[in-house]
């Protein structure tokens, strides 16, 4: 009798995860449940795992792989109308039992072969009932039935060539399976009538009753659950032995699970193992069953189809809805436990942050949102920077929609509420306030401690060269239009350079095109320009000051005629001055002879650069570390600084600001 339905397309449109290998044995061992349910005196189904012949295992592979499984029960068999209703699409004859009618198609998913043997009682005698099931439109091939020797109840289904990408991920250990069926099944094992299930392999034989009663039953609490006038029945287990180091709840429906989800994405505080007064640590794995999630399943009970949030019907219930309800379970009975690894977690983010974080103090004022870290996330620094950053950045908007909301308050507003909400907004305001603080205070000692490792001398003998150094102060061949401050930190040269018009940084003269065309080629590493914008209307622009920075490489000496630094600023400053410029509104540019230079050279202090500054006129500073000259006839003021200057200078002016962040003002990180 062939099947009245396409099989293959039916096959095709099924839907199973690699994840999900082990579902149709789960579906092969839930039928046998069901056999055995129906025939009074049935009570057996044993499970057989067949293997692949000895090889040799990669790295991290337990066991060889899986080629097929068998499972035999004393169930009712496959009579008459067992077998019309296995033809049969989509089937009601276990419609009261909750079966779909379309589980067995799971096996041809995963598996190239299916045979049936059943030995089954009808009109009185027993019969010897085989056939094959495959993927064809036929379905179901050499059927033949007879009159049996044997008296005895007896069906096995063998589920034969487990496909490559499936056997791969269903690469477990006899145990692990018995406490996935186990997992799978746990309705029926909690229920006085579960048969007596056994599972062989390479591994002995194993009953699942027994590991159930071992490692399951004495850890189950029961419960009912009502969401948005729903009913459900919530079954926790305490779990000391996982085949998933997570916490997890399970939807079920007519006494099978559906599917289930990590319990750390419903309650976020469950990142890891609780641990009990005992000392004793589990995993929760929570079991939720009842009729709303028997009639949302899907046929392939793969699935539950939750309300959506646009439905407006009485009694609607979205993912959302559940989830939210199981959330609130969770916390009130295992609060105790919870509160506890609440409190460890804390203490860990909060130490953390005293010694390795200051710019994130803020957080800890928001012990709710520590509580939602990810356990894991405190095993890297790293990943726990990122969760901490990732509150920051939530507190800072809500701070800001709070201050908003009280500005746009009603001037006829309780005025006691009011004063309450600034009040409260003030002082969260501060704490963020001083949490940028913090943040900014650790980015400069990080540069200072990054630029003296740049000026030692490298593993080879070299020192760094002078774009490094740059690099440091402020990114290559860029102007100011492409660099947001966070990039630039002019201030290790002078607090003021932050404050600038326009800057361009190692590149052309002639290409500065907010201060006009220029035909030389060459390039100061820094140029500043300087512009008053309280006193400029329009878009005339007339720089009151230019400021140039040129970098060179540390421990230089070989300086020839041609390059020597003071004559090159020089030749920069007259170009500047001579070159005609036109904005780009190619209107004239306003820099008079008058308009003031300051120029810093940042180098090491070598003999050949002080003879230098000494034949230019340069005067030492007071600290001996520099040089510095007025050029009257340039306007312009220039200084020698070298590094070791600039670095200490530099040290000096935030070893306040380190000091009270408990960081060190010198060394490196």
Avoid at 576 to 583: A, N, Q, S, W
Avoid at 652 to 660: I, Q
């Amino acid at each position: 009798m062939p099947l009245d339905f396409d099989l293959p397309h039916c096959v095709n449109n099924i839907v199973l995860k690699k994840s999900e290998a082990l579902l149709p044995l789960f579906e092969a061992v839930i039928n046998s449940i069901h056999a055995v349910k129906g025939r009074s005196g049935a009570n057996k189904i044993s499970i057989t795992v067949h293997r692949t012949g000895p090889q040799a295992l990669l790295p991290g592979q337990a066991t060889d792989l899986i080629s097929g499984f068998s499972v035999t029960d004393n169930g009712v068999g496959f009579t008459r109308d067992n077998l019309k209703s296995f033809k049969t699409y989509s089937s009601s004859l276990k419609a009261g039992i909750g079966g779909k009618g379309i589980g067995r198609f799971l096996w041809l998913k995963a598996f190239d072969r299916v045979t049936v043997e059943s030995i089954f009682q009808e009109d009185g005698a027993f019969f010897l009932r085989r056939f094959e099931f495959v993927a064809d439109q036929e379905g179901v091939r050499n059927e033949a039935v007879a009159v049996s020797e044997e008296t005895s109840f007896k069906t096995t289904i063998s589920l034969d060539g487990f496909k490559s990408e499936y056997a791969v991920t269903a690469r477990h250990t006899d145990l692990t399976i018995a406490r996935r069926i186990i997992e799978h099944c746990m309705i029926d094992f909690m229920g006085a009538d579960c048969p007596e299930i056994r599972l062989a392999g390479g591994e002995g034989n194993l009953t699942l009753n027994a590991i159930y009663l071992d490692e399951v039953s004495p850890h189950l609490d029961h419960a009912s659950l009502a969401v948005k006038g729903h009913s459900f029945d919530i079954v926790d287990l305490r779990k000391k032995v996982s085949t998933e180091k997570r916490h997890s709840v399970h939807l079920c429906a007519n006494s099978r699970e559906v599917t289930s989800e990590n319990l750390a994405k419903v309650v976020p505080e469950l990142s890891d193992q609780l641990t009990n007064l005992d000392g004793e640590s589990y995993w929760i794995a929570s079991y939720v069953s009842g009729s709303y999630l028997d009639e949302a399943a899907n046929l392939s009970r793969t699935s539950i189809a939750f309300d959506t949030a646009e439905s407006l019907f009485p009694g609607s219930l979205t993912e959302n809805d559940f989830f939210q309800g199981v959330a609130t379970h969770i916390r009130s009975r295992f609060s105790s436990d919870l509160d506890s690894a609440i409190k460890i977690k804390a203490a860990k983010v909060n130490e953390f942050i005293d010694r390795s974080a200051p710019e994130f103090r803020v957080v800890k004022a928001y012990p709710d949102d520590i509580a939602r870290i990810p356990s894991s996330a405190l095993q890297s620094p790293d990943r726990l920077r990122a969760e901490l950053y990732r509150i920051k950045s939530r507190v800072r908007i809500d701070n800001k929609q709070r201050g908003m909301a009280l500005l746009a308050a009603d001037d006829d507003s309780d005025a006691d509420a009011y004063k309450q909400g600034m009040e409260k907004f003030v002082e969260q305001w501060n704490q963020l306030g001083i949490s940028e603080l913090a943040e900014y205070v650790i980015h400069r000692k990080l540069m200072l401690d990054l630029l003296a490792r740049a000026l030692r001398r490298t593993s080879t003998g070299r020192y760094q060269t002078e774009d490094v150094i740059h690099g440091l102060i402020f990114p290559l061949k860029v102007t100011s239009d492409d660099v947001d401050d966070e990039r630039q930190n002019l201030w290790i040269i002078d607090e003021r350079l932050a404050y600038h018009q326009f800057l361009a940084s190692d590149r052309q003269i002639r290409t500065y095109r907010e201060v006009g065309e220029f035909s030389s080629s060459e390039r100061p590493d820094i140029a500043i320009f300087n512009s008053a914008f309280a006193f400029v209307e329009g878009d005339s622009r007339p720089y009151q000051s230019v400021v140039i920075v040129e970098f060179k490489r540390p421990m230089r000496d070989d300086y020839s005629d041609a390059e020597n630094p003071i004559r090159q600023v020089y030749s920069y400053i007259n170009r500047i001055r001579e070159g005609k410029e036109i904005d780009r509104a190619g209107r004239p540019i306003a820099i008079s002879e008058s308009t003031p230079f300051y120029v810093y050279i940042v180098c090491d202090l070598t003999a050949k650069l002080k003879q230098m500054a000494k034949d230019n006129q340069f005067e030492p500073t007071p600290d001996g570390m520099g040089f510095f000259n007025m050029h009257k006839q340039l306007s312009a003021y220039l200084e020698l600084i070298s590094f070791d200057k600039l670095l200490g200078d530099a040290q000096k002016r935030n070893r306040a600001l380190f000091d009270k962040l408990n960081l060190p003002s010198g060394g490196a990180i």
